[in-house]
C-alpha cells in the first residue's frame, strides 16, 4: 500500500534520506517540515508522521499526531531523562515508533551486547565508544544510550552507573562503571564499540554505519508498520518481528 508521509526535519541530513527512501519504497512525501512550517496542516494531510529533527521539536510532534491521531515514527534523539519521562506519557496517546537506532545491523549489536553483558562476569569491565560527524548536537548518541540499556539491564545496574568520559585523578576503575565516550570529528556516519575486558582478553562488539540511508530505510519500513497500529510505544524489535 502507497503511503502518504510526512517528515519533520525535512531539510536535515536524515530528512532528505528519508525522503529518498519514502520514494524509494513507493510512498508519497505530503509534506515537508522544517523551521517555521505548519507543522498541523503537515501532519494532518498524511497517514503517517517521521521525526528526525530536534529533542526540543518532539513534544509538539507526539502532541499534534495524537491529537489528529496519527501515527508516529521518531528517530531523534538527544532528550534529557526528564523530557523522555514527560514524552513516554504523550507518545502512548498514539501508536509511536520510537528508537535511537533504525539500522537492522545495530539492532542486532544491541541484542548481541544484552547477551553478552548478561552471559560475562562484572570482572569483564564494559566500556562503550561512539564516534559521529562534527556537526552532530549531542551526546552520548541515541544509540550508545541504547547500548547502555543493553549493558545495564542484564547486569542490575542503572544510568548512575554511566561514567561519561574520564579526567584527572579518577580513582581505580569499579566494577559497577560502565564507561561512555564520545568522539567527534569528519563525516563519520556513526561507530559504536562495547568493549568487554579482563585481565588477559577482551571481547569488542562493532557496528560501523557508511550510510544515512540504512536508518532511513529503517525508519519508513517502520512508518508502513505503524499504520493502523493501536496506540502505544514500540520499538524497531517490533517493527521487525524480534519482540
Ligand atoms: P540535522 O541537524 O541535519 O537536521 C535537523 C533538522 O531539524 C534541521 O533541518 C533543522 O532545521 C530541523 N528543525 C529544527 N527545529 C525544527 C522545528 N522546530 N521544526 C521542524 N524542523 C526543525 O540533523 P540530522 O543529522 O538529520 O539528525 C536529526 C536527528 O536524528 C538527531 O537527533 C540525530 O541524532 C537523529 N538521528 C537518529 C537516527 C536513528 O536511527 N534514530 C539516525 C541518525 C540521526
Known sequence: MSLKICIVGAKGRMGQAIAEATVEAGHKVVAKIDQGDDLKAGIAAADAVIDFSFHTVTESVFQTAAELGKPVVCGTTGHSQEEKAKLLEIASKTATVWAGNFSIGVNLLCYLVEKAAGIL???????????????????????????????????????????????????????????????????????????????????????????????????????????????????????????
Open 121 to 243: 562476569p562484572m570482572d569483564y569491565n564494559a566500556e562503550i565508544v561512539e564516534m559521529h560527524h562534527r556537526l552532530k548536537k549531542d551526546a552520548p548518541s541515541g544509540t550508545a544510550l541504547m547500548l547502555a540499556d543493553a549493558v545495564l539491564e542484564p547486569r542490575g545496574l542503572n544510568y548512575d552507573d554511566l561514567r561519561h568520559g574520564r579526567e584527572g585523578i579518577t580513582g581505580e576503575r569499579t566494577e559497577r562503571e560502565v564507561g561512555m565516550h564520545s568522539l567527534r570529528g569528519g563525516d563519520v556516519v556513526g561507530d559504536h564499540t562495547v568493549i568487554f575486558s579482563d585481565v588477559g582478553e577482551r571481547v569488542e562488539l562493532t557496528h560501523k554505519a557508511s550510510s544515512r540511508a540504512i536508518f532511513a530505510r529503517g525508519a519508513v519500513r517502520a512508518a508502513a508498520w505503524s499504520v493502523g497500529k493501536k496506540p502505544g510505544i514500540y520499538g524497531i524489535r517490533e517493527v521487525l518481528g524480534l519482540a
